[in-house]
């Protein structure tokens, strides 16, 4: 098994919320990958949580749990508002 990156670049920094929502789903992702890295069976798989809603909610809580640990490491955007 090829080693997987969890934390693309090795950074949480990121310029925007977006491009930090975006890291998030992206490690959300990767972990994802690590725990299953047969390929074959992820593919299998999405059928079964496509269509079952507590699991759907589940990957949900999942990335708000990486984007919430993304938005603290950059500050929260360094408190800036638009």
């Known amino acids: 098994m090829e080693p997987v990156t969890l934390i693309?670049?090795?950074s949480l920094l990121t310029a925007t919320p977006e491009e930090g929502r975006q890291l998030a789903i992206?490690?959300?992702?990767?972990?994802?990958k690590t725990t299953q890295p047969d390929?074959?069976?992820?593919?299998?798989l999405?059928?079964?949580?496509?269509?079952?809603?507590?699991?759907l909610i589940a990957i949900?809580?999942?990335?708000a749990t990486e984007f919430s640990t993304i938005a603290a490491a950059n500050n929260y955007w360094h408190d800036v508002r638009p």
Do not use: F, H
């Open 8 to 10: 693309p670049n090795n």
């Open 60 to 63: 949900g809580q999942t990335v």
């Open 26 to 32: 992206k490690m959300a992702r990767l972990i994802i």
């Open 39 to 44: 390929a074959q069976v992820r593919e299998t």
């Open 46 to 55: 999405r059928g079964v949580y496509a269509s079952d809603a507590m699991m």
